[in-house]
């Protein structure tokens, strides 16, 4: 079964620290993972995408790494600050013809608190 | 500025009413989708289109139409045989699949019974 799964659900740091989530899927045959950033009651916007043979993409104060062997992705945030405060989905897009069928993970909720 | 656009931001239903999600984009993107999400669940696709005038069921489909006479808009109507349809819905676009470009979102339509 095609899953994405995410750890830790929610996290609450101080602003200026740095934190990482983790993102485990279970998705094949694979074609690339990207990270969304989601504000409460706005859409996701897309961060970072990779493919299989990317193993580190940064944006910015955001660098996602992929290890497509054990098949985890990680999201670290430098230097938070509070417009960081958001949920971050990690999205994995299954290889096939014709259509771009995408599994979600359920999120990491991130507050970054002052 | 290009982008995606869903109206209205707030939406309540009756009982056995039928009611549409608007959704335009200018971003000129062939495919476009609707998913819903709900609390702690990963966003779920309900239909998408790659092309005007056609259209595919996704994975919760049911009580659910769209249509696509226009590249720009696709419209979801959430029928009364939808019998949960509290949730959270967005629509998204992305160049044609084979490009492995990202899904750009709205920022969503809350639907919520009445």
């Known amino acids: 079964k095609n899953q994405v799964e995410q750890s830790p659900q929610s996290l609450i740091i101080l602003e200026g620290k740095n934190c990482t989530l983790q993102?485990?899927?279970?998705?094949?045959?694979?074609?690339?993972l990207r990270w969304y950033k989601q504000d409460t009651g706005r859409g996701p916007v897309s961060l970072t995408i990779?493919?299989?043979?990317?193993n580190t993409k940064s944006n910015g104060r955001y660098t996602a790494t992929l290890d497509a062997d054990t098949k985890q992705s990680s999201l670290h945030i430098t230097a938070s600050q509070l417009s960081d405060s958001a949920s971050y989905i990690c999205?994995?897009?299954?290889?096939?013809?014709?259509?771009?069928?995408?599994?979600f993970g359920t999120g990491t909720r991130l507050l970054v608190s002052p | 500025d290009g982008g995606i656009t869903q109206s209205p931001k707030y939406l309540f239903r009756k009982e056995g009413q039928n009611v549409t999600l608007s959704c335009e984009q200018n971003?000129?993107?062939?495919?476009m989708y609707w998913y819903r999400q709900d609390p702690g669940q990963g966003l779920r696709l309900i239909y998408y289109?790659?092309?005007?005038?056609?259209?595919q069921k996704g994975d919760i489909a049911e009580g659910y139409s769209v249509s696509r006479e226009k590249k720009e808009s696709f419209p979801l109507t959430v029928t009364s045989a939808q019998k949960n349809p509290t949730a959270f819905y967005l629509c998204?676009?992305?160049?044609?699949?084979?490009?492995?470009?990202?899904?750009?979102f709205g920022d969503g339509t809350r639907l919520s019974i009445l």
């Open positions: 971003l000129n993107h062939d495919a």
């Open positions: 289109s790659q092309i005007v005038n056609d259209f």
């Open positions: 998204a676009s992305s160049m044609p699949s084979r490009e492995q470009g990202p899904q750009h």
């Open positions: 999205v994995v897009i299954l290889m096939n013809t014709g259509f771009q069928k995408l599994v």
């Open positions: 993102c485990n899927y279970t998705v094949s045959p694979f074609s690339n």
């Open positions: 990779m493919t299989f043979s990317e």
